[in-house]
């Protein structure tokens, strides 16, 4: 298997999974050049990361190559308890993640630009942290009394981790989210964490 990850992005999510499965893998940091290259989007004709290969067979998107990894090598018990409920309890914050916090940090990362207004990118700024906000805390909720989203490690905590870097490197509110800090040090305290972290060089 040969992940293609940039620094930090959404797929060092994909990056910590395989250092918890522990399964062979190579690893081949790119940047926004490099992304856009013929070669590249030949891989990913969204010029994005992550992408998987695996037997010459590349699979995009975070959320598929998450749930390949754990229904690939179940062993490393990241999909849930090995019953529907599990496994869908799995995917529900999965998908929150995916589906709802990660977009919701687009306009901090500079997708409104665009709008060339100072005072409508402020506004789209701002309504975005409440969002952003907004969501850490419905996850809080679900962490207290628990160490992992879902009650064991999964996949989704790994993204869910990613997000976390990303509200601290932009220096959003945290406060009062015990529970999130708590799984925050947990991870950060990791061996996979931290040896994905310093393969990417953002240890």
């Keep these: 298997m040969q992940l293609y990850t940039k620094p930090g992005a959404c797929s060092l999510a994909d990056h910590i999974v395989l250092q918890w499965i522990g399964a ?13 290259s013929p070669e590249y989007l030949a891989l990913n004709p ?7 290969v695996v037997d010459g067979w ?6 598929a190559i998450l749930n390949y990894l754990a229904d690939t090598y179940p062993e490393a ?5 090995g019953s529907p409920r599990g496994r869908a309890e799995v995917n529900r914050w999965l998908a929150l993640v995916n589906a709802d916090l990660h977009p919701a940090f687009h306009p901090l990362f ?3 630009k665009y709008l060339e207004d100072p ?4 506004r789209t700024r701002q309504h975005a942290m409440q969002k952003v906000r907004g969501y850490f805390e419905r996850i809080d909720a679900q962490l207290a009394g628990r160490d992992w989203l879902t009650g064991s490690r999964s996949i989704a905590d790994a993204y869910l981790f990613v997000t976390l870097q990303w509200a601290k490197k932009l220096k959003l509110d945290l406060g009062g989210l015990d529970h999130l800090q708590g799984f925050d040090a947990r991870m950060l305290a990791d061996a996979g964490v931290r040896a994905a972290m310093d393969a990417e060089g953002i240890l």
């Design 46 to 52: 969204a010029g994005s990361v992550p992408v998987l």
């Design 110 to 112: 500079g997708s409104t």
């Design 77 to 81: 018990a990241l999909g849930g308890d």
């Design 58 to 63: 590349p699979l995009t998107q975070n959320a």
């Design 24 to 36: 062979p893998f190579d690893v081949t940091i790119v940047d926004g050049t490099q992304m856009k």
């Design 119 to 122: 005072a409508a990118i402020d």
